[in-house]
């Protein structure tokens, strides 16, 4: 059956080899094996593809014959030879993937073709997965930062091995199948030749060793099922929808490799009286037609506690004061937002005889009608 490099990669062919590069990253990092929901099959042909599109030469012959490049028909075609030389994968061509660029991003693309240069994972290990949980705060916590302890049910370290699979005392000698290496070499006889895959030792699982009695506790996986009590720091200033990250707090790792972190996703509860924009609070209030005619002072709630307002006479509803320094934190920083208060007045139902005096002081005489039939106060 044919196969459209170009889609494989999902580039057009036009891309440039920038693109062709970058392309291939992203889905080798997607399906390498080691990961997980990773796909051997997808990304060996990943890497065919990019075998071939990004060396100049064969990228014309591919563009110029099509389907009949695979079965190597036209001259100068794919030369399989180029991947199976002398029935393995050590003749694979890499001289066009920055392996050390990708670096451990793969664990290493020789345990799986088994070309030189490949790096081989310590003992088999493998680092843990990434946790991720969901907390609600208060509105204070996220403005003022706090410390929080979570309890966590989790996969932990088994505490009777401590993480080794073995039971204690037990011998451990290197594995018969694999000699130590934690790697099998697996031969496929394909029409295309021999090809050598390097996966990992059945015996051991990967870690070159093998115990004589394995934990019962764990049954040998050195990983058992527990509770976490998890002390944390909030920062001051954090917002809905931000996370933070606990290095070394996610799943353990196998065969004694690194553990994952621990994805804390933050939500806040909203506050009665105040808005958040930013690092900036909003809030209102509301005053009387008195004190917005005549000026005066008023107590505002902050988060600080309460400070006076000074409110200039003829304020009219819908004016916006600023109190300045009293928002929230800036992350890792002494610097905070402000609040914004917008005012809203009041306007009463019934007048009491002073306030009638004073709108009758104002030139304003009750009742005092307009042309269109409404009152003018």
């Known amino acids: ?159 009777v091995c401590k993480g080794s699979g073995a039971e204690s005392g037990s011998k451990i000698t290197t594995c018969s199948t694999c000699g130590g290496s934690g790697q099998v070499v697996q031969v496929q006889r394909t029409f295309l030749g021999n090809i050598q895959s390097i996966t990992i030792c059945p015996n051991c699982a990967g870690s070159g060793k093998k115990a004589e009695k394995i934990c019962k506790h764990c049954n040998g996986r050195g990983i058992e099922r527990g509770v976490r009590n998890i002390e944390f720091k909030i920062p001051a200033g954090i917002n809905s929808g931000q996370q933070i990250r606990l290095a070394g707090e996610g799943e353990p790792g196998e065969k004694e490799g690194s553990s994952g972190d621990l994805l804390i996703l933050i939500k806040v509860r909203p506050h009665k009286f105040f808005q958040r924009e930013g690092f900036d609070l909003y809030t209102e209030k509301e005053i009387s037609l008195p004190l917005a005619i005549l000026g005066g002072k008023v107590i505002i709630k902050t988060l600080d506690g309460e400070v006076n307002l000074k409110i200039p006479a003829g304020t009219q509803s819908g004016t916006v004061f600023k109190i300045t320094g009293r928002g929230v934190p800036h992350l890792r920083s002494t610097k905070r937002g402000d609040i914004l208060v917008t005012i809203k007045v009041k306007i009463p139902t019934k007048l009491s005889r002073k306030e009638k005096e004073l709108l ?18």
């Open 1 to 159: 059956m044919s196969k459209d490099y170009y889609q494989i990669l999902g580039v057009s062919r036009s891309a440039t080899q920038d693109d062709i590069k970058k392309a291939f990253r992203k889905l080798a990092h997607e399906y390498h094996p080691d990961k997980h929901g990773g796909n051997e099959a997808k990304f060996k042909e990943i890497n065919e593809a990019y075998q071939v599109l990004s060396n100049p030469d064969k990228r014309k012959q591919y563009d110029q014959f099509g389907t009949a490049f695979e079965t190597a028909g036209a001259p100068g075609g794919f030369n399989w030879s180029d991947f199976t030389s002398q029935g393995s994968w050590g003749g694979f061509r890499t001289e066009n993937i920055d392996f050390e660029d990708l670096g451990d991003m793969f664990g290493g693309l020789g345990d799986i073709f088994g070309f030189g240069g490949g790096r081989k994972r310590r003992g088999g290990s493998r680092r843990g997965a990434d946790l991720q949980i969901e907390t609600t705060i208060d509105f204070e916590e996220a403005v003022f930062g706090t410390i929080k302890t979570l309890r966590l049910e989790k996969d932990i370290i088994c505490k």
């Open 360 to 377: 009758k002081e104002m030139g304003v005489e009750e009742g005092e009608k307009i042309e269109n039939g409404g009152l003018f106060l």
